[in-house]
């Protein structure tokens, strides 16, 4: 189990990106001593927002790129996802889980991050979407992850 | 890394779909949504998709079950989910899907509870 690392990404706009940042996840989770579950909901939950970041932030756009960030330390993995789209606003997303919008076949991938992280926070802007996830490393049950907001970590 | 197989076989009058790998957006959501649309194209189709051997589903994926779900049912058919693995299991609980969709353990119950 590693203490402390930090890597930074940037990925092209296109599909084959998600799977490289979800390889490059699940690797963060091992090094953090992660369970398999537990790996595989940080790997998921990286591979929601980052097709959100391609697909709907930079629109497949090549010019433009995302950012992806991973700072373990000895408490929490950090991973940091930012998109240079035009931003929106999560607090107006339709409710997957609402009756009306349980057949629609879109609008899953922030739940499923939700549940499979500690602590998500969206920071939108006009150049782009910042997503901060947090999860607690296992040694530390019971802390909560800290709270900063986009571009906390080191560059 | 994208790599979805579906194998198709007929138990009485019901179609079932033996899926093995991952269902994720790109080759494989497509794969799963060519091997499902002429059961979407005819009436009264019974299909049945067996998840034994599919170690994990994103949003995408999801995405195109319950698109496929609702676009048999216009033509008077079933779609019913076998065995779902642990990790499909949760993913169908967290987005309430589970109240969606028929799902069974046993192969001979699945067949037998389509109408």
């Known amino acids: ?155 | 890394m994208n790599t979805l197989r579906i194998q198709t076989r007929q138990v009485d009058d019901v179609d079932i779909l033996d899926l093995t790998g991952r269902i994720i957006l790109g080759e494989a959501s497509t794969r799963l949504r060519e091997s499902l649309k002429p059961y979407a194209q005819q009436p009264n189709a019974r299909v049945l998709l067996n998840f034994s051997e599919v170690q994990y589903i994103d949003s995408s994926g999801l995405g195109e079950l319950v698109s496929a779900f609702a676009a048999i049912r216009r033509q008077g058919g079933e779609l019913k989910l076998l065995r779902l693995t642990r990790k499909v299991h949760d993913l169908l609980q967290i987005t309430k899907l589970y109240t969606v969709f028929d799902i069974h353990d046993d192969e001979a119950e699945a067949i037998a509870a389509f109408a």
């Open chain 1, 1 to 155: 189990m590693v203490e402390s690392k930090h890597e930074v990404l940037r990925l092209e706009s296109r599909l084959e990106s998600v799977d490289r940042a979800q390889t490059q996840a699940q690797y963060f989770a091992s090094e953090a001593g992660f369970s398999e579950a537990d790996r595989h909901e940080v790997a998921m939950a990286v591979r929601e927002i980052v097709i959100n970041a391609i697909a709907h932030g930079n629109a497949y756009d090549p010019a433009k790129r995302v950012k992806l960030e991973f700072e373990l330390t000895p408490a929490e993995l950090v991973i940091e996802i930012q998109d240079e789209g035009a931003g929106f606003d999560p607090n107006h997303q339709p409710d997957p889980l609402a009756p009306e919008n349980l057949m629609r076949q879109s609008g899953r991938g922030m739940l499923l991050a939700r549940a499979f992280m500690d602590q998500i926070d969206f920071y939108p802007s006009p150049h782009g979407t910042s997503v901060r996830m947090c999860k607690h490393r296992p040694s530390l049950d019971g802390r909560g992850c800290s709270h900063s907001g986009p571009g906390a970590n080191r560059e």
